[in-house]
């Protein structure tokens, strides 16, 4: 598996970590979430739900994948995407809790 190094910069804020070749976009979509939770000040909410259901992501990303034609009409391709990409392993996963962690500390 390749790996290479990215960075993500946000106004002074920087998500920088190893990810997977096959997935060169996910800093950005986890910046551009987290971003978004604490703009709409639902840190806690949202902390609360992925810490709880984290057993469940795999489940989570296989039903996302299947509802695909469902979500697109509401939230857009590139949202669901972007999701995707974010739930498609733990790591990434833990990245957007940490980022909205520090976010709402903040």
């Not at 990215?6 to 979430?33: F, K, Y």
């Not at 259901?53 to 469902?70: D, W």
């Amino acid at each position: 598996m390749d790996v290479e190094h990215t960075e993500s910069i946000s106004g002074n804020a920087v998500v920088s970590d190893s990810v997977v070749s096959g997935n060169p976009g996910v800093c950005e979509d986890i910046e551009q979430l987290a971003q978004e939770v604490y703009r709409r000040q639902l840190g806690s909410v949202a902390l609360f739900f992925l810490e709880a259901h984290r057993p469940l992501r795999g489940m989570f990303y296989q039903l996302l994948i299947v509802s695909t034609p469902l979500f697109v009409p509401f939230f857009g391709a590139g949202k669901v995407e972007s999701l995707l990409r974010i739930m498609e392993d733990d790591a990434s996963l833990e990245k957007l809790i940490r980022r909205i962690e520090e976010l709402s500390s903040s």
